[in-house]
């Protein structure tokens, strides 16, 4: 009864273990990749070309949000402000500031400023401002605090399911149209109240987040 | 236990009897046909061309491998930008669009427009609704306009000797032609323009003949859209033109008129026509259309009587027209020799004289100036003139025409040709020699779009601008002047036409926008800059348009009648056949031969895309012997065992005229005049672009500019050649089943004895109560109040009827419908352009059409009838006949959006899912491409995307990872910002235009705020096809709220479901087609022909065997109420 296995049949069990070794490192690596909030971008902080802080700005100043981001009740885009807006207030304050540079440029010559962009939806999601802040929905609810962000980052993973938390129960967010960009704002009675009154606004406003696909995708 | 079904065996009467037919070959049932309409796509579809097993794996390893160095490089999303404005700009927020009032011009017309733009980019256009006689309504050719803008053939620089020049050294050409010109008073300058009806070009032009008074303006159009001024200066001593009132006409008679599409104003006729053909409830009237023509034509698909004719023989039909409605002895004689049945025109005569005062007689533009004068005279005796009809005064043309330039060019008397304009070098009729006459002149000046034809001959090219890029004004054919407006600047910094006029003037003002505003200003006094701003607001200036005049008809005798002609009516045979040009449907004269949408559209009756061909009648088809033996009707293809899907392999014919012979394949068209033969003008450009490059065939060397709508003594020989003929026309055929409704106006079975005529056949007849708790015949009896009621009730109702599907739920705020009216749609393709344009839809190009992958969103059916086949010989002799003159049905058909969708439970991956508003939706993420759905659809509507239409080149899609991939940037600024671009490998279908909805919703709840106001009131959306809509066949809705418009259209009695039986409910509903014929003419059928064909198949089953009539509705009884 020799030789009924072949002589490299003894390597098998070796070559069983890498083999399971190399799939669980497959396993591994893919789980820490793709099922990790960084893979949502999560954090995502890139340098802009202006060192703008939200946290001197919406935070010790106390500028609205609206301040900049003019259009956000009329367009699906929050439009960054144009240099032209940022100069309303920097020729006067900062107008030598090496750092206001490109805005200064800008301004000059017409050329937009690369800002790098963070918040980002597919182009396949159709994503509207205007709606959103219209009906409650604060900024805060998917930018996190950026009125203490002095580099902004990434709060929210902003995934299709992150969307339908919300739009399978809008009351646990929504809130009083005036507090949108209050963006320190939290029921003072405390997560019981939020939901109850976001109950009687969901029901007051007729509000049916849309669940189906064409409501973002088109 | 596990129950079966099938589906009763269909009686002998269905079987043998009689159906509409949209192919000769389904007409004849070849097994061709038969094997492919069992098919989800049509055959080869889904097969891979041009492509081996062994290639593909090829194609397959290298796109694996470069997938593989995909993976290695961009793993993480890569950084992008937000590029903020450095200045804000006025007015524009990004995502928003903004819409700019403008206007198309076309020859001497224009259609007032509003572009939309999305920061400066105009991406679609849709029609002025301040401009009241158009109402919105824009036609298939403005759509399409807005490609042509992003044309990536288009002319990027200037030229002198093909070298290319800077835009001062353009200036200094055109200065230096100028002062040359100005120390001979123009001796040596000529101009050959093409017609524009600006005033300030006419303004313009009349400064260059006072400083240039020797100079030639000529002018050329290859086809005419208007009535020749000379018939009205014959009748009435002035320069007039007449402006059709179609609303007020009760009865028209259209002699070889096609006023859908090629007359100036046309989409106004089309509007008011219909107008009087909106029956909405019983007692409303109804008018009449007489159509008289050679070609098939819409408005003859649209008549109520159609007499086939050949175009020479209108003037003496229009004689004894005459003859019965003026009487007198003048016009017997001229209508010596007509071989048409009197009683046709008594009776049509009569009917005319009956409705003094309502009738009209309009005839086509191509018709010679003394067929015109007849017609004057005649609507002078029905007292239509100032009722159905009204003359303006237009100014009398100055312009020189082609053959004066002619002779001064070979008199050696012109130095500098300055062609603004056109393309003469492909238009020009086949009796002058554009290049020779050109090689004679010693400097040649081309100021055009592109390098085409004519540019090649020219020595210097000057760069055109686009009209979306340029300051302009232009009148529509009622003579309102509205505003050519840029909605961009100049792309390759391209010149108007105004500018080069004004630069050769010397005019110190030579900025298009200075002169446009001071033509305007001049006009309107006043606060110039405030009534320049209204005027550009608006886009139309008030009471602008051509004054109407009093006339009077001149005496008898100062006629304009060739004595040549008068003579006889010459009787046409095989070899002497009439030669009839048209105006293409799609391409017009050849000037957007490179328009890809265009050219992918169907044509509305031969439906041929990517193609013209020459159009035979039948028995001249069989006179010619093209028809192969033992097929009678197989005629222009040869089916040799296989059918070649969307491939109609045509014959090419010779065709001699004038001793000039072209080759071109021959299509045979029913309804033809005998002994007519169709050449659609437009084609086979040679220096068109990519897209318009060869395709079809160029009918214009045959042409001669004496007669240029007909020419009498052509032969056609047939060859043993073929071409194949892209052919959308046998593709998702719904197998001649009870599906486009028709009912006479009144008379026996009529419109007017029962309303509900739609639901009384049918299917559904015989199915019980599927709409419910009524059966289809029951709800049509109700009031149109009660059924607007139930319907809106039902709409958000779960469970209805029976049915295997499980019933989405409609909780939404909207529910949205659609309703379509079969008796107004003229079936123009303007909707199909539209959809293409705003929904992203890809261009395939004609080979992929061939395999029947065409990507239309909406298509228009076309239906024959006959109405004279026999049941009993069905696939006899007899039956393999083509028929002469069938009556012609069309419907469009786009995703029906069911609320039991079929196509929705196959899919494996909840692609394509309902959402709570009723609309089918389709999520391109899900899809991974199964085509399942499709498969399941009983219309066809579901369209895959068998390439990446929108990466690859329409030639390059074969060559897959190795080919180039990626559009040009140019072509990519046409598609819409609020429309996902698909890629290959996902279905895509109508969408009811979700992102307007979506917008409007928005819109509606930011209006809201902090308040439950979030229903979109009625009429805010217009879905694409809607807004296009010249007839408003089309009305879009909430079905939900039973007094918007959709509920009172879908409320109406002749309201019915495409397929209704299958009781899968599509929101889409259509309305019954009427017909209104005269029972005094001797073609009046009590039934219009389709519901013949209909009664006949299924009549026997009446009549032959009620028990076998009885069964049938016992085993519906078992199928649809069985399962309970």
Redesign the interface.
């Known amino acids: 009864m020799s030789n009924l296995f072949p002589r490299s049949v003894n390597k098998l069990p070796l070559q069983i273990l890498v083999y399971l070794f190399l799939v669980g490192g497959l396993v591994t690596a893919g789980i820490a990749?793709y099922a990790t909030p960084s893979y949502a971008?999560v954090g995502y902080a890139?340098v802009q070309p202006v060192p703008f802080s939200h946290a001197l700005h919406a935070g010790q100043l106390g500028l609205d949000c609206r301040q900049c981001h003019s259009?956000v009740?009329?367009?699906?885009?929050a439009?960054?402000?144009?240099?032209?807006?940022c100069m309303n207030c920097h020729n006067q304050i900062k107008v030598d500031s090496p750092l206001l540079a490109p805005v200064r440029d800008?301004?000059?010559?017409?050329?937009?400023?690369?800002?790098?962009?963070i918040h980002?939806a597919p182009?396949?999601v159709?994503f509207?401002h205007?709606?959103h802040v219209?009906?409650?929905v604060s900024c805060v609810s998917c930018h996190g605090k950026v009125n203490e962000m002095d580099v902004v980052h990434q709060d929210k993973s902003l995934t299709m399911s992150f969307c339908l938390d919300c739009h399978r129960a809008p009351e646990k967010f929504i809130r009083?149209?005036k507090l949108v960009t209050n963006l320190d704002w939290k029921n003072p009675k405390g997560e019981a109240d939020q939901v109850e009154q976001g109950k009687k606004?969901v029901h007051?406003?007729?509000v049916?987040p849309?669940?189906?696909?064409?409501?973002c995708?088109? | 236990m596990k129950r079966k079904f099938e589906h009763p065996a269909p009686s002998e009467g269905e079987l043998t009897g009689l159906r509409y037919w949209r192919s000769l070959d389904e007409l004849s049932a070849t097994e061709g046909f038969k094997a492919q309409i069992e098919r989800e796509f049509p055959e080869g579809a889904s097969n891979m061309e041009g492509v081996d097993r062994r290639q593909f794996f090829k194609l397959m390893a290298a796109s694996f491998a470069l997938g593989g160095v995909g993976l290695a490089t961009g793993c993480r999303r890569p950084e992008e930008h937000i590029l903020a404005y450095g200045k804000s700009v006025e007015n524009t927020i990004p995502g928003l669009p903004l819409y700019f009032a403008s206007a198309m011009p076309v020859r001497n017309g224009a259609v007032p427009i509003l572009a939309e733009t999305h920061q400066g980019r105009p991406t679609k256009i849709e029609g002025n609704p301040t401009y009241a006689p158009y109402g919105g309504a824009t036609n298939a050719i403005v759509q399409a306009s807005v490609l042509g803008l992003y044309d990536p053939d288009r002319a990027t620089t200037s030229t002198i000797k093909g070298a290319a020049v800077t835009a001062a050294d353009v200036q200094d050409l055109l200065t230096r032609i100028g002062t040359a010109a100005s120390s001979s008073e123009g001796a040596g300058l000529a101009f050959l323009a093409d017609q524009s009806s600006s005033p300030t070009r006419a303004a313009l032009v009349a400064k260059l003949k006072a400083k240039f008074s020797k100079a030639v303006w000529a002018e050329y159009e290859a086809v005419q859209d208007e009535p020749p001024v000379a018939a009205a200066q014959a009748v009435f001593g002035k320069s007039v033109k007449p402006l059709y009132q179609f609303a007020k006409a009760k009865r028209i008679l259209a002699v070889d008129a096609d006023f859908f599409h090629s007359e100036a104003g046309s989409l106004q006729f089309a509007r008011d026509f219909t107008k009087g053909r909106r029956v909405t409830k019983k007692d409303d009237p109804m008018n009449r259309l007489y159509a008289v023509e050679s070609i098939f034509t819409l408005v003859g698909s649209m008549a109520d009587h159609r007499l086939r004719l050949s175009s020479c023989h209108m003037r003496a039909f229009v004689a004894a027209l005459a003859d019965k409605i003026i009487g007198g002895s003048t016009y017997a004689n001229l209508a010596e020799g007509l071989d048409v049945d009197p009683k046709w025109i008594d009776a049509c005569a009569a009917d005319l004289v009956a409705h003094k005062g309502e009738s009209l007689v309009v005839v086509g533009s191509h018709q010679p100036a003394d067929v015109h004068e007849l017609a004057y005279r005649i609507n002078a005796a029905l007292g239509a003139i100032g009722s159905t009809v009204d003359f303006v005064a237009i100014s009398e043309k100055s312009a020189a025409d082609i053959g004066v330039l002619a002779k001064y060019i070979e008199g050696g008397a012109v130095k500098t040709l300055v062609i603004l304009g056109g393309n003469p070098a492909y238009d020009f009729p086949g009796n002058f020699d554009f290049a020779a006459l050109v090689k004679r002149v010693p400097e040649v000046v081309r100021y055009g779009y592109s390098i085409d034809e004519t540019s090649q001959l020219a020595n210097a090219h000057i760069v055109a601008a686009h009209y979306l890029e340029s300051w302009g004004d232009t009148r529509t054919a009622d003579g309102t002047i509205v505003p050519v407006q840029p909605m961009i600047l100049p792309l390759f910094d391209g010149l108007t036409e105004l500018e080069v006029l004004a630069r050769i003037l010397g005019e110190t003002i030579t900025d298009p926008h200075t002169l446009v505003y001071n033509t305007i200003t001049a006009l309107t006094g006043g606060d110039a800059q405030k009534s320049f701003n209204q005027f550009l607001h608006d886009g139309v200036l008030a009471g602008s348009a051509y004054e109407k005049v009093e006339i009077s008809l001149k005496a008898q005798g100062g006629g304009m009648y060739d004595p040549a002609l008068l003579t006889k009516t010459i009787k046409l045979s095989k070899d002497n056949l009439e030669v009839r040009f048209t105006t293409d449907a799609k391409v017009d004269d050849g000037r957007f031969a490179n328009n890809g949408w265009l050219q992918e559209c169907p044509e509305p009756i031969t439906k041929l895309a990517w193609d013209n061909a020459i159009l035979v009648s039948p028995r001249l088809g069989k006179e010619l012997g093209i028809s192969p033996k033992g097929w009678s009707q197989q005629v222009t293809r040869i089916e040799t065992a296989e059918f070649v899907q969307g491939k109609e392999m045509a014959f090419i014919g010779e065709v001699t005229v004038n001793g000039r012979t072209i080759k071109a394949p021959m299509h045979i068209q029913p309804g033809l005049a005998n002994y007519t033969i169709v050449l659609p003008l437009g084609y086979g450009r040679t220096a068109a672009g990519h897209v318009g490059n060869g395709v079809g065939r160029n009918f214009y060397p045959l042409r001669d500019s004496n007669h240029p709508g007909f020419i009498i003594g052509a032969k056609l020989v047939a060859t043993s050649e073929r071409h194949a003929l892209a052919n959308t026309q046998e593709h998702w055929s719904m197998e001649g089943r009870d599906i486009v409704r028709e009912a006479n106006y009144e008379g026996p079975n009529s419109y007017q004895e029962n309303p509900g005529f739609a639901s009384s056949f049918g299917l559904e007849t015989h199915s019980p109560a599927i709409y419910g708790d009524l059966t289809a015949e029951e709800f049509s009896k109700l009031s149109q109040e009660e059924r607007a009621k139930i319907t809106a009730e039902r709409s958000t109702q779960k469970e209805r009827g029976n049915s295997l599907y499980k019933t989405p739920t409609f909780d939404g705020v909207h529910q949205w419908g659609m309703s379509i009216d079969l008796n107004t749609c003229i079936g123009c393709n303007a909707c199909v352009v539209a959809c293409q344009a705003e929904n992203n839809i890809p261009i395939v190009g004609k080979q992929q059409v061939l395999a029947g992958r065409e990507m239309h969103w909406i298509r228009l059916d076309r239906y024959y009838s006959d109405g004279r086949l026999s049941p009993e010989t069905f696939g006899g002799d007899i039956n393999k006949e083509i028929p002469e003159d069938p009556q012609v049905s069309l419907q469009p058909v786009a995703c029906q959006h069911c609320e039991l969708a079929p196509c929705e439970v196959v899919c494996p991956v909840n692609a394509t899912v309902h959402d709570e508003e009723g609309l089918n939706t389709m999520a391109y993420n899900r899809c991974i491409g199964t085509r399942y759905c499709a498969n399941n659809c009983p219309y066809k509507v579901r369209r895959f995307n068998f390439f990446d239409w929108n990466k690859r080149q329409t030639d390059e899609v074969y060559l897959g990872p190795l080919g180039h991939s990626g559009m040009p940037e140019l072509v990519k600024m046409v598609k819409n910002p609020d429309v996902t671009v698909r890629m290959r490998g996902v279905m895509e279908k109508c969408t009811y235009c979700v992102q307007r909805i979506q917008q409007a919703k928005i819109k509606q709840k930011v209006k809201a705020g902090a308040s439950a106001d979030v229903k979109v009131p009625d009429g805010t959306i217009k879905t694409a096809c809607q807004q296009v809509c010249p007839v408003e066949a089309i009305v879009f809705g909430n079905v939900n709220d039973e007094h918007s418009a959709v509920s009172k259209a879908k409320a109406r009695e002749q309201d019915y479901a495409l397929l209704g039986y299958l009781n899968i409910r599509p929101r889409t509903t259509y309305l019954g087609k009427l017909r209104n014929p005269n029972p005094a003419m001797p073609d009046y059928e009590d039934l219009p022909l389709s519901r013949k064909e209909y009664n006949s198949k299924n009549n026997s089953a009446h009549e032959g065997g009620k028990k076998e009539h009885g069964a049938a509705s016992l085993s519906n009884a078992k199928l649809f109420g069985g399962l309970s």
């Open positions: 990749y971008n890139p259009n009740e009329k367009s699906g885009h439009n960054v402000p144009t240099a032209q807006t800008s301004y000059e010559s017409g050329d937009p400023i690369p800002w790098v962009k980002q182009d396949y159709y509207n205007s709606v219209a009906r409650g009083d149209p606004f007051d406003w007729n049916k849309p669940q189906s696909c064409s409501g995708h088109r």
